[in-house]
Structures are given as structure tokens and as C-alpha cells.
């Protein structure tokens, strides 16, 4: 099936897409079996073609193919494989195979998939030219899609939202001879056409082209994106990765949530987590989810803690109060701290090194997002984008084309969009 009949453009998160492809990450996105990228980064997934699950108002719309995101020199490894977008009584969700494999659809349509994202609001809008238009918005995080992608973004996130358009493209089955509407054998015409000898074409003629179908859609907003640059203490990687311990340090951050006011007030956290592990294991670091807390000139870095000493005894410390922070400079933008290493954060780190010791400094950046609105999306009784006059917008003259015009006007919005042509119902086999 390939996805000029259909298919599912969504970006997953466009700040977790360009945290992978980041200098910190160092990794790579690959869409395979069916799935690709377009040109603003987001995956498309032909739809399999199946309407059974789905009514135009409520139901299942499957798509296949997968995209596997790698970083941290493999440590993260994550595939997201056959999504599917669910409608039920105006809300949404949109599931993606479990790490086990999809069990088999005659169950159910979900049997073996996970929700990855919770859409808050999912409207359907019916068009005059009889398709229905769907747009999925408020899209949230799950705590399974958390896991699912190893907590780098963290349940509750902001996710790209969704939006469906359905075009029907079924064509007319023309009339048996001598029917109304077609010459029967002896060549006697359609006793409902006007005047004498006059073709269905000019009564076609006559009617004119009809008015497009314009619908209001919403322009979803974008959080603003922030990054930490924190690597912990460099003389403790070096120990790590030296010829004593003979270790390795993995992991890093994922982009942020959160905010600092114009004076440099707030709090921002960061998922994601750095691990230590040195002498055959028996040493063990685990950092995680980092928040950085600052009211101004100071602040604090809190972050969860597991460690194992040299006598390899593990223990978890839970959320600790990890360093005081001295800013430098701070401010919407965030800003930039000296850290020092507390009591607390002295007994999680096992021990190694005492209060007060220095740490690195860290860098918090933090990027303004941008405001929702709306956009006008107006088709013709085809399904082809047109302006408000019934103008085309691009080129059409095939699914393909329509798709690609109805999915390129979506993105620019700033929604993910399902495109899907519509069709007779038919049994996938």
C-alpha cells in the first residue's frame, strides 16, 4: 500500500527529533518498511487501506511502517512501528506497536499496541463534497510513551498533534443502458434531459462550478525547546574512563520543560539521565531526571540518584538536592551557573568527593515557543486544495497529488496530518 491512497504525517516531537540529530546525541533517524521523511523532517506512514474499524465519526485508522531513532552510541534505541490514530466521542490517542509485536487485529485493532500520545480535543468536520475532515489537538505524552521512549521526554510532554482529511474520490458507477442518464440500444436519450437532442455534458455545463468547502482549522502552538549542557565533573569521567576504572560514561539530557521569568526565576527539567560505571560494575552512577532550579543569582540542581561503592552496596537515594548553582548570568533565555557539590549530593555520589567540591559548570538554554491561531484549508467537491475563489493551489489530477498538497498546507500550519483518499471499504488480506 503506498501512501498516495492514504497516509499518517506525524513528527513525534520536532525538539526530540533535533535533540537525536544533535551534536550530544550524535544519532540518526531512519524510517523503513513502507514509512519515509518528508521535507520539514516528518514521517509519513501509508494507511493500510482499511475502513473497517472506522465509521467517519468514531473508530481505528491503521497505518504501517517504522522509524528507529538512535544516539549515545547506541544506547538509545528506540523503534516507533505501525501507528494508528483512534477517534472516540471527540477525543483522540495514537498508538504504535508494542516492543513485544502487534498480536493479531481480529481481536481487536489495538491488540498489541501501546498509546503513545493523548489527544485532548479530536473534532470531525463533514465536507460538502462528501469527505470529513478530523483535527486531533492538545496532544500529551503518556506514562507508557514515556517509557516507550526511555524517558528521554517526560509523560505529560507536548507531542506534534494530529489532523485527518478525508477526500471522497469515489467515482460514479455509470448507469446500465437504458437507465436514466445514458442512451439505452436504440440510442433514446435520458427522458429527465432538458430540450431536445441536449447531452448530460451541457446540463453539466449549465450547472456551473460549485462553491469549495472551506473549513477553519487550528494552527497548534509550539513549546519552546530547552537544552542543558552538564557533563557532571570532567575529572570523574576521566577517572572513569582511565586505566584504574576502566569504565564508560553514557547517556545525556533531553530537551527541557519548564521556564525562567525575565529575572531568571523558575524551574526547568530535563529527562534523560548519565550514567558511570567503572571497575567491572562494580562502581555504578546513575543521574537522572535533572531540575534546575533558580531564583535569580542562585539556585539548586536536583536531580534522582543511584550509586554502588567500592564494596559494590547499591543504593537509591531518590530526588536529591545534587549542587547549589551561582549564576552568572540568567534570564528568559536561561543562563549559565557555577555548581558545588552538596551534603546530600557528597552521599549520593558514594562518597567519592566531598561537600563543597567543585562540579561543572552548566549552560541551561532556553528557546521561545511560538503562539497557536488558526488557518482557512478550503477544497473543492474533488478534494483538491483550492483558495476561497476555487482556485487550485498546486498541480492535482491524482491522489497522489491531492495528498501531497492536502499534507504540505497541514505542515506548514504546524499540525501533523492523516491524509487518507477516500474509497470503498475493502478487507485488507
Not at 479530536?122 to 483535527?135: C, D, H, N, P, R
Not at 564508560?248 to 520543560?257: A, E
Not at 511560538?370 to 483550492?386: F, H, M
Request: aromatic share 6%; hydrophobic share 35%; charged share 15%.
Amino acid at each position: 500500500m503506498d501512501s498516495s491512497e492514504g497516509a499518517l504525517v506525524w513528527g513525534v516531537r520536532e525538539a526530540f527529533r533535533n535533540y537525536i540529530l544533535s551534536p550530544v546525541a550524535g544519532g540518526s533517524i531512519t524510517p523503513s518498511a513502507g514509512a519515509t521523511a518528508n521535507s520539514a523532517g516528518e514521517f509519513v506512514f501509508p494507511w493500510d487501506g482499511n475502513l473497517d474499524n472506522f465509521d467517519g465519526s468514531n473508530g481505528v485508522l491503521q497505518f504501517v511502517g517504522s522509524v528507529n531513532f538512535t544516539g549515545h552510541h547506541g544506547v538509545l534505541d528506540l523503534n516507533l512501528t505501525n501507528p494508528a490514530l483512534s477517534i472516540s466521542n471527540g477525543t483522540g490517542s495514537l498508538y504504535v506497536d508494542s516492543a513485544a509485536g502487534a498480536s493479531s487485529r481480529a481481536v481487536s485493532p489495538l491488540a498489541g499496541k501501546t498509546e503513545i500520545v493523548k489527544f485532548a480535543k479530536a473534532s470531525v468536520t463533514e465536507l460538502k463534497s462528501g469527505g470529513f475532515s478530523i483535527e486531533a489537538s492538545g496532544a500529551k505524552l503518556t506514562d507508557a510513551g514515556a517509557q516507550l521512549l526511555e524517558n528521554y521526554l517526560e509523560s505529560g510532554a507536548d507531542m506534534d498533534n494530529a489532523s485527518a482529511v478525508v477526500a471522497n474520490s469515489q467515482e460514479p458507477t455509470a448507469p446500465e443502458p437504458g437507465k436514466p442518464g445514458k442512451p439505452d440500444s436504440n440510442g433514446d436519450k435520458d427522458p429527465s434531459s432538458t430540450g431536445k437532442g441536449e447531452s448530460n455534458k451541457d446540463d453539466k455545463k449549465d450547472e456551473g462550478k460549485k462553491a469549495p468547502t472551506c473549513v477553519t482549522r487550528q494552527v497548534a502552538a509550539k513549546a519552546g525547546s530547552s537544552t542543558l549542557s552538564w557533563g557532571v565533573k570532567s575529572s570523574f569521567r576521566s577517572y572513569i574512563t582511565g586505566g584504574i576504572a576502566k569504565g564508560s560514561v553514557s547517556g545525556g539530557w533531553g530537551y527541557g520543560s519548564g521556564s525562567f521569568n525575565s529575572a531568571g526565576i523558575g524551574t526547568v527539567s530535563f529527562p534523560g539521565s548519565m550514567h558511570f560505571s567503572g571497575h567491572d560494575g562494580i562502581l555504578n552512577l546513575t543521574i537522572s531526571n535533572v531540575r534546575v532550579k533558580s531564583s535569580g543569582s542562585s539556585g539548586t540542581l536536583v536531580a534522582d540518584v543511584r550509586s554502588s561503592d567500592m564494596e559494590g552496596n547499591k543504593s537509591s537515594y531518590g530526588s536529591v538536592s545534587f549542587a547549589t548553582l551561582n549564576f552568572s548570568s540568567v534570564g528568559a533565555n536561561g543562563g549559565r551557573a557555577s555548581a558545588t557539590l552538596t551534603a546530600a549530593g557528597a552521599k549520593a555520589f558514594a562518597g567519592f568527593y566531598s561537600a563543597g567540591a567543585s562540579l561543572d559548570s552548566l549552560t541551561v538554554n532556553i528557546s521561545a515557543g511560538s503562539k497557536g491561531g488558526t488557518e482557512v484549508v478550503c477544497y473543492d467537491e474533488d478534494g483538491n486544495l483550492v483558495d476561497e475563489n476555487g482556485n487550485a493551489l498546486a498541480q492535482t489530477g491524482s491522489n497522489a497529488g491531492n495528498l501531497a498538497g492536502m499534507a504540505a498546507l497541514l505542515t506548514m500550519t504546524g499540525l501533523a496530518a492523516v491524509v487518507i483518499a477516500g474509497r470503498r471499504r475493502t478487507t485488507v488480506r
